[in-house]
């Protein structure tokens, strides 16, 4: 990412009808409303990205409504680079609009050496979020996750470090990632009994992976706790884009990326019928992948990646047509058996 060459840049003012479009979703039983499409920031915000694309992507978010960007230690690549580009595009862009934004890091992949650098200590977590803090430019952030489950550390000692990650000012809010559903619901009983509620817990949730039904979203549902659907496109399977092969500069033409290009290959068959069906309601596939993941009212968000501001605004696009009849629900079930 070319980080030192701004000439040419004009100063943002952002979109004054910025709340036009948007809708929000109040996230469980908590005062925080998301908007239904939230940004992350895992792809295509490292230092091997280009920066003033990633400038344009966020200007473009925010001119659309979507307050929430979504960020982790380790996204980039390298780890912590996307937090540092985000800080020297926030401190450019964003600072007279911090009140405006809804700001999420995690922690809980492995990000330094050492025993200290990885899974769920209380060690871990908040020194890692004082690393976050300072990439990123920030006196604190709203949403604080804990990435993914530690098999090893007690769930206490977890949720005592993320009660007292929000108590020390760093963070908000706090919520889980990646937690199977009935360590979920210990996880959120333990944060309800320390006085710090889970605000949400993030998954991967899209028509091809949908470990979420089975269990996690009532746990989630019955106990107010938010759900924000992460790769919502299967990483751009739920596409147009792989239709006609693997286009160069997609995620699948990429190394160093989590999408295979046998994975596209094996799910082509499903690809084409839903793209039929979204064909029939007017709406292409990617725009009906996001849509029919917020026809569950306890699906808070969906957070997408893009590589462009086209996709962004394709992906906003979404929301004008949210309603299924059961006949495409039905169909879409088909030809996802
Ligand atoms: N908690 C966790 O463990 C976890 C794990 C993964 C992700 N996440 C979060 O979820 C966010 C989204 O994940 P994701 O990037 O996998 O989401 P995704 O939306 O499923 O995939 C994003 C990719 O799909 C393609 N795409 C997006 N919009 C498109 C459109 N309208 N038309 C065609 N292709 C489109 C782009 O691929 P190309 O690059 O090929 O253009 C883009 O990079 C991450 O940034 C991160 O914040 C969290």
């Known amino acids: 990412m070319q980080i030192n060459d701004k ?6 003012t952002p979109n004054p009808q910025r709340y036009g479009d948007m809708s929000y979703r109040r996230c469980g039983n908590s005062g925080i409303q998301l908007p239904l499409i939230s940004l992350g920031l895992w792809h295509n915000f490292g230092h091997a990205d280009d920066l003033l694309k990633g400038q344009q992507i966020l200007r473009k978010a925010f001119d659309l409504g ?8 380790n996204y980039g690549p ?8 985000f800080g020297r595009l926030f401190r450019d862009d964003f600072v007279p609009y911090r009140d405006e934004l809804f700001i999420s890091s995690k922690a809980g992949y492995d990000m330094w050496p050492g025993p200290y650098g990885n899974l769920g200590s209380r060690k871990y977590l908040v020194s890692s979020l004082d690393q976050s803090l300072q990439r990123m430019n920030l006196d604190y952030v709203d949403l604080f996750y804990h990435h993914r489950p530690d098999p090893d550390t007690p769930l206490e000692e977890t949720m005592q470090a993320l009660d007292f990650i929000v108590r020390s000012g760093r963070a908000l809010y706090v919520g889980i990632s990646n937690y199977p559903a009935e360590l979920a619901k210990k996880a959120i009983g333990i944060l309800n009994e320390l006085g710090t509620p889970c605000l949400i817990h993030q998954a991967r949730y899209n028509m091809f992976d949908r470990w979420v039904e089975d269990g996690l979203l009532d746990v989630l549902g019955d106990s107010g706790v938010g759900c924000i659907a992460f790769s919502p496109l299967a990483q751009g399977m ?29 799910q082509l068959g499903k690809i084409k ?23 569950d009212q306890r699906v808070t968000s969906v957070l997408v990646g893009v590589s462009s501001v086209q996709q962004l605004e394709k992906n906003a696009h979404s929301l004008t047509n949210l309603k299924f009849s059961n006949k495409e629900v039905a169909e879409i079930e088909n030809a996802l058996r």
């Open 7 to 12: 000439s040419g840049i004009q100063s943002y």
């Open 66 to 73: 979507i307050v929430h960007f979504d960020l982790a230690n």
């Open 78 to 85: 390298p780890y912590g680079s996307a937090e540092t580009n």
């Open 238 to 266: 739920l596409s147009d884009k792989y239709l006609n092969g693997i286009p160069e500069g997609s995620r699948a033409a990429k190394s160093m990326t989590y999408l295979e290009k046998e994975t596209v290959a094996s």
């Open 273 to 295: 019928k839903l793209h039929s069906i979204a064909k029939e309601r007017e709406q292409t596939l990617s725009e009906m992948a996001i849509s029919w993941l917020l026809k």
